[in-house]
Nanobody
Framework: QVQLVESGGGLVQAGGSLRLSCGASERTFSTYNVAWFRQGSGKEREFVASTSWIGGITYSDSVKGRFTISRDNAKVYLQMNSLKPEDTAVYYC??????WGRGPYGYWGQGTQVTVST
């Protein structure tokens, strides 16, 4: 069972930046496809960005050009720049050995809150 842990959330003003991190209990995390999703209050969960274990990357249109997903052997990161109030949400890390992009994903973290103030 892969356990995912997100960190890096917080409160930031509009136009600011945050970097989220996703770590895993699995030593072979670098061989997993990983994605970030988010869920705002009263909204459905939505796809944000994904990276495959062989380097493929895809973004939702709403974050393209502002967010960057990257990874090293241990973690996956989401650099979020030019943040907007509508980016406010709980951000979740998800991982899967087979699927990538919008998923589905077999493993999920507990989420980290990102709040963007005006």
């Amino acid at each position: 069972q892969v356990q995912l842990v997100e960190s890096g959330g917080g409160l930031v003003q509009a136009g600011g930046s945050l970097r989220l991190s996703c770590g895993a209990s699995e030593r072979t995390f670098s061989t997993y496809n990983v994605a970030w999703f988010r869920q705002g209050s009263g909204k459905e969960r939505e796809f944000v960005a994904s990276t495959s274990w062989i380097g493929g990357i895809t973004y939702s249109d709403s974050v393209k050009g502002r967010f960057t997903i990257s990874r090293d052997n241990a973690k996956v990161y989401l650099q979020m720049n030019s943040l907007k109030p509508e980016d406010t949400a709980v951000y979740y890390c998800a991982a899967d050995r087979t699927n990538w992009g919008r998923g589905p994903y077999g493993y999920w973290g507990q989420g980290t809150q990102v709040t963007v103030s005006t």
